[in-house]
């Protein structure tokens, strides 16, 4: 599944260094702006101590886990709507992934500098938002002028009723959110095109409309015994967005874990005081705001772990491990993550009746193991 999350923030605030940690890509990181010219993509494991748990019982010889996809992409700054910087290029980068990871800054450091010469992660979000909005206000007015050039020309090209209706609904549509734009409401923009997803209003894509998380990269300082919870600028930030949108790391850290072996990383980890590690909750938090959800196939040979979205049937997860399968499917035999553990093996879930065969119908939750049955 090809979905992707975007990195994105004003130069200089650690995008680069976290996107080293996520992939181990060693792209560079330099100390000015635009370091990064093209958007580097790169495919991160999702972790999942499941996995290691149904290699055990199945005798798995391989462990395949679920997949993200990021995308640094190269700083925004203010005017990029414009082509300041190198502006468009980067909008229309953003315009290409499902889910933005705003990573802004809540460290000082004299020896890095900041594309504004003042730390403040709440004018940066802003900052970034409103180039957004901007672009996406161009893009608006564009759709308004065909609109409105369809409906002058829509009796001489013989659209039907239903056709010049859903034109005025979109048109009328347009017409709010570029109020909202101009008024600055970035969270009204969200919200308004949330809910017309729900009435089926559809209309140009929208770079303020896509889901986010935010990243408060914070000083070493601040991750030890967590005292970024007393930092202002973190503060700021759950109170704007809520503590489950903002995950505090230290990029700085997480891309010097990242080079370690695993035991060596354990000691790291705790010679900081730190239970889990910064990159593992942004990949968690990524996959969670992406709407995903892991099923998985296992057997002798391997253990592997699928994504898909949340809601997804059964045919439609099958074609996520092949096209045959879902082309030819007749039923999924079905058990629960934790049903197994709990019994422990396969002959003692069919033993209790918890093995069950599912139709077209059945949708697919996040901890199955499934079998597909199919014939092409």
């Known amino acids: 599944m090809a979905i992707q999350a975007g990195l994105v923030g004003l130069p200089n605030v650690g995008k680069s260094t976290l996107f080293n940690a996520l992939t181990k890509s060693g792209i560079p990181s330099e100390n000015y702006p635009f ?12 972790p999942d101590k499941r996995l290691d748990k149904l290699s055990e019982i199945f005798s798995s010889q ?13 700083g925004l700054v203010k005017g990029a709507s414009k082509g300041e910087g190198l502006g468009n290029q980067f909008l229309s980068n953003i315009m290409g992934v499902d889910l933005i990871i705003h990573v802004l800054r809540c460290f000082e450091d004299k020896n890095v500098t900041h594309v504004h010469d003042n730390i403040d992660p709440m004018d940066d979000f802003e900052v970034i938002t409103s180039e957004l909005m901007l672009k996406d206000l161009e893009s608006l007015e564009k759709r308004e002028e065909k609109i409105n ?19 005025e609904e979109e048109l009328e549509f347009v017409s709010k959110i570029k109020n ?31 889901n986010f998380i935010i990243v408060a990269n914070i000083s070493e300082d601040d991750l030890q015994n967590k005292n970024y919870l007393n930092s ?17 790391i230290s990029a700085k850290i997480e891309a010097e874990l990242a080079q370690l072996e ?5 000691e790291m980890l705790e010679a900081l005081e730190i239970d889990e590690s910064g990159l593992d909750k942004v990949i968690r938090g990524t996959y969670k705001n992406l709407g995903l959800i892991t099923f998985f196939t296992c057997g002798p040979k391997e253990a592997h772990a699928w994504s898909i979205r949340e809601n997804t049937k059964a045919p439609q997860a099958a074609g996520e491990i092949h096209s045959d399968l879902e082309r030819g499917f007749i039923c999924a035999v079905v058990y629960n993550y934790d049903d197994i553990i709990q019994a422990g093996s396969e002959a ?23 079998l597909i049955r199919f014939n092409v």
């Open 62 to 74: 391989k462990i395949i886990p679920a997949t993200v996809q990021f995308c640094d992409i190269a």
């Open 180 to 210: 909202f734009i101009n008024s600055g409401n970035f969270y009204s923009v969200q919200n308004i095109v949330k809910e017309s997803s729900k009435n089926n209003i559809k209309t140009v894509d929208l770079l303020s409309a896509k």
């Open 262 to 266: 695993k035991d060596e990383k354990n």
């Open 149 to 167: 050039l369809l409906l002058k020309t829509a009796k001489n090209k013989s659209f039907t009723p239903n056709q010049i209706k859903e034109l």
């Open 35 to 46: 370091c990064t010219i093209d958007p580097h993509v790169a495919i991160t494991n999702v």
């Open 232 to 248: 202002e600028h973190y503060k700021k930030l759950v109170n704007k967005f809520g503590e489950q949108k903002v995950i505090a």
């Open 348 to 370: 003692k879930l069919r033993d209790i009746g918890k093995i069950k065969t599912e139709g077209k119908d059945y949708i697919v939750q996040d901890g199955d193991i499934v």
